[in-house]
């Protein structure tokens, strides 16, 4: 027997239990998901420098939240696939109101700016280039995805149980790298709306003061493991960035190929490249340069950017 639930004044129909769960059915309840608490957010801040009391809970458990575990992507499901949801079978987290997704966009802007600021002062007698090599290392999904589990926000990821049992999301850098973001947006419009003796701006006051002396502080902690060092010494090899970025997320070693060499109207000669999955010739991507090594350096970039670790 099927019973109707109300979430937060949406409707479900539900079935009795998860053991009743067959065709028709959707179970998104997930054992592992664990809401934020107010002390545990409150730790993290004050391991980086920031111990002022936060104002709104909800802000940085929405941060948390993967689509997938909304309630409005549910009835969606339901509604396009013709399907039943189970009743909530263990006690878990219940289905949330909000994604962490507009929060992550306002974070990813945030986090730019604040790195970009950082950058210019700890570094004033570089030059543009170097500034932006840098950034794009501090500011991808490998080293924003690291911060995110260096604080602990894995523990924290509120998703779908499909997508967490099958897609062992918990360390997928995309998602790693999105509830950072937001989390980041949490603490900027938190204390925007604070009274601690900050400045009250929504662009340049308490939020941003406080973001930006927690992120710094974390990146410049030794146990976050950020070596800015390592940056500069490697900061252009896109090569050695690539090959080891899929050997660990696909388990293959891509292969470079060359597929035309021309020579330009000035004489200087062209090499066009390919990146390539051996397992399926896929192309993963292309990229030009005057010599081999160029070539390579160019497809590895265009392979990054495509993927979503830089930014062009």
């Known amino acids: 027997m099927s019973e109707v639930i109300n979430y937060n004044k949406v409707s479900f129909e539900l079935v009795a239990t998860s053991d009743e769960i067959v065709s028709g059915y959707i179970n998104p309840f997930n ?3 664990k809401l934020l608490t107010k002390n545990v957010v409150q730790n993290i801040l004050k391991k980086y420098g920031v111990f002022q009391n936060i104002n709104n809970l909800e802000l940085y458990q929405d941060a948390m939240v993967h689509e997938s575990y909304t309630i409005s992507k549910i009835k969606e499901v339901c ?9 909530n079978p263990d006690g878990c987290v219940l289905l949330r109101e909000r994604s962490y997704e507009r929060l ?3 974070g990813d802007a945030v986090i730019e700016n604040i790195i970009v600021s950082y950058l210019y002062r700890r570094y004033p007698d570089q030059r543009e280039g170097f500034l932006s090599t840098m950034k794009m290392n501090l500011v991808n999904r490998i080293t924003l995805g690291h911060l995110s589990k ?4 894995h523990d924290y990821l509120i998703i779908g149980r ?4 099958l897609q062992n999301a918990r360390d997928e850098d995309k998602i790693l790298c999105d509830i950072f973001e937001a989390f980041i947006a949490a603490i900027y419009l938190d204390f925007n709306n604070d009274k601690h003796g900050f400045l009250s701006s929504f662009m340049s006051g308490a939020g941003y003061q406080v973001t930006e002396l927690f992120l710094i502080n974390l990146i410049e902690d030794e146990a976050s493991q950020v070596d800015m060092t390592t940056f500069i010494l490697d900061d252009r090899n896109y090569k050695n960035k690539i090959i080891k970025l899929i050997k660990r997320i696909n388990k293959y ?6 597929i035309k060499n021309d020579v330009s109207r000035t004489g200087e000669t062209i090499i066009t490249m390919n990146l390539i999955n051996p397992n399926n010739k896929e192309v993963i991507s292309e990229g030009k340069g ?17 993927m979503g670790y830089f930014k062009n």
């Open 104 to 106: 992550e966009f306002l």
């Open 150 to 153: 260096v604080i602990g926000l």
């Open 253 to 258: 070693n891509p292969i470079f190929k060359v």
């Open 162 to 165: 499909t997508l967490d049992d």
């Open 79 to 87: 509604s396009r696939d013709n399907m039943k949801i189970v009743k």
């Open 31 to 33: 054992k592992v998901n």
């Open 290 to 306: 005057k010599d081999i090594k160029k070539a390579e350096q160019d497809t590895s970039k265009n392979a990054l950017i495509k």
